[in-house]
């Protein structure tokens, strides 16, 4: 069956423009998070919704990032003022609740000039 | 939120040598996965390993779980250029999210 599918795969923008980012999960899977992985380094988590609702976004680093998943299904992450330091692959992963086996997509490569 | 430090950091090695890298944390964890991540993918769940002592065997891949749960390590045997890739410990946290290690970084050469 399809995996987790996140759009664009890469995406480039100016410092200061807002940007969005798609995930789509597996179908019937209820946990969703978003990760953060800068160059050379692990995954670092940003938020995990568990249906619609978003039950832990310790990981956001500040209020320039927000995440909707407005139906329990396809989340977007989206990000205000971009900066430089905003460069990073952005994954998505989904799970059959939350303490499934996490899969991963293939991530959006963002970069900020 | 604890730390885990993989080393080493980068392994580059010829096809048909052995190797290990490790995964270590100051705090005991509950338990651990390893994962391999490969150039333009998301990473791929290896192993769970949850009681202190463990070893699980995926084909030529070994993973073993401290005693005191504090560390682990991965063994990979006759590594193949297929082995290639970002190796990663994890741990799962709170039941919603994964802490990842610093991870190891392998090449294997034919």
């Known amino acids: 069956g399809a995996g987790v599918s996140q759009t664009p795969s890469n995406k480039v923008t100016e410092k200061g423009k807002y940007v969005e980012l798609r995930c789509d999960p597996i179908?019937?899977?209820?946990?969703l998070y978003w990760y953060r992985q800068s160059l050379g380094q692990g995954p670092e988590f940003l938020i995990y919704?568990?249906?619609?609702?978003?039950?832990?976004d310790s990981g956001l680093p500040n209020d320039r990032f927000f995440a909707v998943r407005p139906e329990g299904s396809v989340s977007t992450l989206k990000i205000q003022r971009t900066e430089r330091g905003d460069s990073a692959v952005y994954l998505c992963?989904?799970?059959?609740?939350?303490?499934?086996?996490?899969?991963f997509g293939p991530g959006t490569r963002l970069t900020v000039t | 939120t604890q730390l885990l430090e993989q080393s080493p950091q980068f392994l580059s090695i010829q096809e048909g040598e052995n190797l290990t890298v490790y995964c270590n944390s100051s705090s005991v964890f509950s338990s651990l996965q390893w994962y391999r991540q490969e150039p333009g993918e998301g990473p791929v769940l290896l192993v769970t390993?949850?009681?202190?002592?463990e070893v699980k065997k995926l084909k030529r891949l070994t993973f073993q779980f401290g005693d005191a749960r504090k560390d682990s390590s991965l063994h990979i045997t006759a590594a193949q250029p297929g082995d290639t890739g970002l190796y990663l410990c994890a741990e799962p946290y709170n039941t919603d999210k994964l802490i990842f290690g610093t991870g190891t970084r392998l090449q294997v050469f034919p």
């Open positions: 919704f568990q249906g619609t609702g978003a039950a832990d």
């Open positions: 179908s019937g899977h209820t946990a």
């Open positions: 390993v949850v009681t202190g002592g």
């Open positions: 992963a989904s799970s059959p609740g939350p303490r499934d086996e996490q899969y």
